[in-house]
């Protein structure tokens, strides 16, 4: 065994240098541009999707070579167990890629912290780690693809997806990677057998190989649907690439301005004073406001979702967050030298939660910065070189960002909206106390635009909660428009309902194919991550039935149609009162799909001709007396 992870290891070592080399000339020519440990998500993506690509190539290669049935029965009649020898050659490929990836991320980061004053926390430390991981995932995967069975080669290729749509973070990340890579190397050590086509015969064994291809089909499934909605997109008739939006749609209502969609709010208002406020908004200014973080920040996650560093201009002086610290890194941005350690107030008192930039507001001096951490905003001064604390959320609200608004400002919460007094925000001294708190009618997660137009004696105020409507776990579209008065009191005066732009079939995919695998990935995402209140949605119950038959006649609105049998007596009944019926594929659906087209057979059919004969000993009008259902519509699909 020693031996044979020896000779691999030899037989790919070339390989693996000048990959190691090329990688870390990489590393370091990108480390004298910019700083590697503060990039946005997506190039951590794309460094993780160059690693996955390495380590699937390196699998497929390697086992590939051996796969071959004259060198598979070599490889296998060994005085070894089929299990030391997989173990020896998976083995001798991790060390490989331990080589290739993982080293030269280290000695990068050990560089930055040791040559320059750049900022290196412990989860900067675990990236290698995770990189790593990632590699031997795909590597793993690569191997069950050439040995496994060729129906269920590519099952192996989804557990890896688990990392894209987990929201785990920090260490709950690598434990997720650990045990994706653990599953995989259960899945090829199954497989490394002589009889590669023989399938598994233990249950453990089966269950461990059927989890994965039952993931597999439900990805294809998803990736059918995509390749069916760009088809869709093709055609022009997508909801959201068409001309015009389906109207009083959700497409519609996002396409609007502030102005648009509150007078699209007050039209559906029963107030007295709507017809008043409408004259008010088409003459007014309408403002929007929006959030600058999406998700939480938790402590020491292993990217960011944005640079988490403020450059002071007037003193050339670069401040970066550092987790370990709880405090902002300084360095000098002619130099690099480093500058000292700030932290919040003449104490320097570590922060409640990371940091992120936030932009700044009117009227702070030139070279002062804002900073969210949590539920806080902070103000840091040039001038004084402090961090000090503006404002604060109530019961440890999370705070999504702060904006102008007119004379005012406002920050808004996960919860509520708050409006400040824009006079003393310019006061860096002065921790500014809320002058209106209302209370969002929604969840965050399902909060699409806010707009807002002054009063003489308050605020009216629109929430559009479109955001999710094509996913089964968001609310169905609503407009809520308040109003809200100098003293703080708010009033309802519109509930707008918003006709969702996708049928429930299409909002509802990922569910009705299998809700127990829909179950499972949204558990494997969800349940290792921190709660996100940034990510709360009131989801809509899911309908677990459809109707068969429509509530009204299919051919004019203007009879209900409890049966369907009810449909071609109906159609005379309104031709003869002058209404036209519409030929439209509606109607002729409902009507080739009910009882009226004979296609049934036997006593049924014999009974509906003679429903259809006029019965002359009453002088009720003719029509079909085949008993109706007690509701109004009759649900024939079970649920799934």
Known sequence: M??????????????????????????????????????????????????????????????????????????????????????????????????????????????????????????????????????????????????????AALAALVLPLIWLTGQASGAAAIAMQVLVVAWLAALVLIVFKPDLEAPPRRPLAVAALALPLQLGVYVAFLVLCF???????????????????????????????????????????????AALWREQVALADVLSVGGQIDRVLPRQALTNRAPMELDDAERRVR?????????????????????????????????????????????????????????TLYQYGSETGRVSPRLRLDAGEPLAGVQ?????????????????????????????????????????????????????????????FTAQ?????????????????????????????????????????????SPALYALRTAAAERPAVPDPFQATEAAPIPRRSSRWPSRCPCCPCSPAPCCCAIVPCRRRHASAGCSPARSSAFRRWSRSGCCTGRTSGPTRQRRRMSRRPDRSRASPRRCDLARPSSPEVSCMVSV
């Open 404 to 464: 102008p608004l007119g004379d005012a400002v406002a920050a808004l919460g996960t919860q509520h909206l708050y409006v400040y007094d824009g006079r003393d925000a310019a006061d860096a001294t002065i921790v500014l106390t809320p002058r209106l708190r209302i209370a969002l009618p929604g969840a965050y997660g399902d909060l699409a635009a806010i707009d807002l137009v002054e009063r003489v004696d308050g605020y009216l105020v629109s929430f559009a």
């Open 469 to 513: 409507q094509s996913r089964p776990h968001g609310a169905l579209p609503y407009q809520v428009v308040l109003a809200v008065d100098d003293g703080g009191r708010v009033r309802t005066v519109a509930r707008r309902t918003i006709a969702p732009d996708f049928p429930a079939l299409y909002r509802y995919r990922s569910w009705w194919f």
């Open 2 to 151: 020693w031996d044979l992870f020896k000779a691999e290891l030899l037989r790919l070592r070339l390989w693996t240098a000048a990959y190691a080399l090329a990688h870390l000339g990489v590393l370091v020519f990108l480390a004298r541009l910019v700083d590697l440990a503060q990039q946005p998500l997506l190039v951590y993506r794309v460094f993780g999707c160059v690693y996955a690509l390495s380590g699937l190539l390196l699998g497929l290669y390697q086992i590939a070579t051996y796969r071959r049935p004259a060198t598979w029965l070599q490889l296998l009649h060994r005085p070894l167990a089929p299990w030391r020898i997989a173990l020896a050659l998976h083995g001798a490929g991790a060390v490989l890629l331990l080589a290739g990836i993982g080293l030269p991320l280290l000695l990068t980061a050990a560089g930055q912290a040791l040559l320059t004053a750049r900022v290196v926390d412990v989860r900067h430390w675990l990236l290698p780690v995770a990189a790593w991981l990632i590699a031997c995932g795909l590597y793993l995967a690569g191997s069950y693809a050439v040995l496994g069975l060729r129906r």
């Open 319 to 375: 401040w970066v967050f550092s987790h370990d610290r709880m405090r902002l890194e300084g360095y000098r941005l002619t130099d690099g030298s480093r500058v000292g350690e700030l932290g919040v107030g003449g104490d320097a008192a570590p922060f409640a939660a990371p940091a992120l930039p936030a932009g700044t507001l009117p009227g702070l001096p030139r070279g002062d910065a804002l900073l969210i951490a949590g539920d």
């Open 227 to 273: 390749a069916l909605e760009m088809l869709w997109i093709v055609q022009g008739s997508h909801p959201l690439n068409a001309v015009t939006a389906p109207a009083g749609g959700a497409i519609e209502t996002d396409r609007m301005d502030g102005r648009q969609r509150l007078l699209a709010g007050l039209a559906a208002s029963d107030d007295p004073q």
